[in-house]
């Protein structure tokens, strides 16, 4: 069984439109993430949920907006897309506040193309 | 805040030989450490974590790390590398405060290419 799955895998859009990618866990992990990563695979933190609760949003553009609807998924809504979201992005999950010991379970990745 | 550095964004190797990639971090507070692979295409997976208790770490695949407090390192090696291991690998510092513990900072990745 897939422990953080998302969906779709690859996704060409063009630009403005809107789309979204779902991710799901089965751990029973209370915390659930979004990372982006650049062409040049830096990883950076997008959002992170706990509980239904936003606890980080590291300056992301307000297109971007994850939504939860129970503690085992969190999609990520993306308004107006641009050229430079193209990327990939990665869901993840955690253990309630305990990331800095059990580490991240990640998914396999969404690859956006922006057109 | 905590940031983590990865000495080298590719290291080339012969299958066989022994593999070294460097990371040296800066934390204020006790930092939990992580390595993650990623191959091609792939998401990322843990390979190991050190997280307060014995300093040498072993992971999964052969691969160790040994965390390094006065050099502020946890640098990854394996003694003998495998064609599979060919990916990207990243380093992940935590500060592991209350405040911070949903705080993981990534290096910048480091490429391992492996040749026949």
């Known amino acids: 069984d897939t422990a953080v799955s998302q969906t779709p895998k690859y996704l060409v859009t063009q630009m403005g439109n809107d789309k979204s990618i779902k991710c799901e866990q089965n751990?029973?992990?209370?915390?659930m993430y979004w990372y982006k990563q650049d062409s040049k695979k830096f990883l950076k933190i997008m959002f992170s949920?706990?509980?239904?609760?936003?606890?980080i949003n590291e300056t992301v553009p307000n297109r971007f907006s994850p939504k939860s609807p129970d503690k085992a998924h969190l999609n990520l809504h993306i308004n107006s897309l641009e050229l430079g979201d193209s990327a990939v992005y990665f869901c993840?999950?955690?253990?309630?506040?305990?990331?800095?010991?059990?580490?991240?379970?990640f998914g396999s990745g969404t690859r956006l193309t922006v057109v | 805040a905590q940031s983590v550095t990865q000495l080298d964004s590719h290291v080339s190797v012969s299958e066989g030989t022994p593999v070294l990639l460097r990371c040296n971090y800066s934390?204020?507070?006790?930092?939990?450490l992580f390595w993650y692979v990623q191959h091609p295409n792939k998401g990322l997976q843990l390979l190991l974590k050190?997280?307060?208790?014995?300093?040498l770490v072993k992971g999964i695949n052969g691969f160790e790390a040994e965390f390094k407090k006065s050099e502020t390192s946890f640098h990854l090696t394996k003694p003998s590398a495998h064609m599979s291991d060919a990916a990207e690998y990243f380093c992940?510092?935590?500060?592991?405060?209350?405040?911070?513990?949903?705080?993981?900072?990534f290096g910048a990745g480091t490429r391992l290419t492996v040749k026949p």
């Open positions: 993840a999950s955690s253990r309630r506040g305990t990331p800095g010991v059990w580490g991240y379970t």
């Open positions: 751990l029973g992990h209370d915390t």
């Open positions: 949920y706990n509980n239904k609760e936003l606890i």
């Open positions: 934390s204020s507070y006790s930092p939990s």
């Open positions: 050190y997280t307060s208790a014995a300093t």
């Open positions: 992940v510092v935590s500060d592991g405060t209350r405040r911070n513990n949903n705080d993981m900072r």
